[in-house]
């Protein structure tokens, strides 16, 4: 695939989570610097859709959304407006055990004809760890100033890709949205 920028969406209320949930620790790292350790082998062309100034410590560069309020979808408005490479790897930033080898796994079987491509098992799909073309970008406006914001009818109305995986598979997909969550996954990984 031609060159790939990565958009972490750093955004959200995180109201579950009750901090910053990208800077939550896991195995004394922040959820975000996990993402970044798996995504480094493949790119350094990695940037935060965030307006907070709690990431500023890492080097990339963070773009507040463009209209705010709107969810993962606004998030990914935002990063598609500002990207430059036609396809865009959106990552949520609640995902700690994603691997440099199911992303790897993702760009090699994305075909160029799919607006988006994500993972889904037959129980669940995974919209926010996905490739997203900038063609879609009309189609995610229109979705918004509906106020239709719904990753599932998003996907509805773009040409995508399902990439089939195991049930066992969507562990390492999980997003970690609340402190009981957290837990949960620490005493599945002990």
């Given at each position: 695939?031609?060159?790939?920028?990565?958009?972490?969406?750093?955004?959200?209320?995180?109201?579950?989570?009750?901090?910053?949930?990208?800077l939550?620790?896991?195995?004394?790292?922040?959820?975000?610097?996990?993402?970044?350790?798996?995504?480094?082998?493949?790119?350094?062309?990695?940037?935060?859709?965030?307006?907070?100034?709690?990431?500023?410590?890492?080097?990339?560069?963070?773009?507040?959304?463009?209209?705010?309020?709107?969810?993962?979808?606004?998030?990914?408005?935002?990063?598609?407006?500002?990207?430059?490479t036609?396809?865009n790897?959106?990552?949520?930033?609640?995902?700690?055990?994603i691997?440099?080898?199911?992303?790897?796994?993702?760009?090699?079987?994305?075909?160029?004809?799919?607006?988006?491509?994500?993972?889904?098992?037959?129980?669940?799909?995974?919209?926010?760890?996905?490739?997203?073309?900038?063609?879609?970008v009309?189609i995610?406006k229109?979705?918004?100033?509906?106020?239709?914001?719904?990753?599932?009818?998003?996907?509805?109305?773009?040409?995508?890709?399902?990439?089939?995986?195991?049930?066992?598979?969507?562990?390492?997909?999980?997003?970690?949205?609340?402190?009981?969550?957290?837990?949960?996954?620490?005493?599945?990984?002990?």
């Amino acid at each position: 695939m031609e060159t790939l920028t990565v958009f972490i969406l750093c955004g959200g209320k995180s109201s579950r989570m009750q901090s910053e949930k990208g800077l939550v620790l896991f195995q004394e790292k922040p959820f975000i610097e996990h993402i970044i350790q798996a995504i480094l082998p493949i790119t350094n062309n990695i940037k935060l859709v965030t307006a907070s100034k709690e990431y500023d410590y890492l080097k990339y560069e963070k773009i507040p959304d463009l209209i705010i309020d709107k969810g993962p979808l606004g998030g990914i408005y935002t990063a598609l407006s500002h990207s430059e490479t036609e396809f865009n790897l959106i990552l949520s930033c609640d995902i700690p055990l994603i691997s440099t080898e199911l992303l790897q796994e993702l760009i090699s079987k994305h075909t160029q004809e799919a607006g988006i491509t994500v993972f889904a098992s037959d129980s669940k799909t995974h919209p926010l760890i996905g490739i997203y073309s900038k063609e879609i970008v009309p189609i995610i406006k229109k979705a918004i100033d509906s106020d239709e914001l719904r990753m599932m009818d998003l996907l509805a109305r773009v040409p995508h890709q399902i990439i089939k995986i195991e049930e066992s598979e969507n562990f390492h997909l999980t997003n970690i949205n609340s402190a009981d969550e957290l837990n949960d996954l620490n005493i599945n990984l002990s």
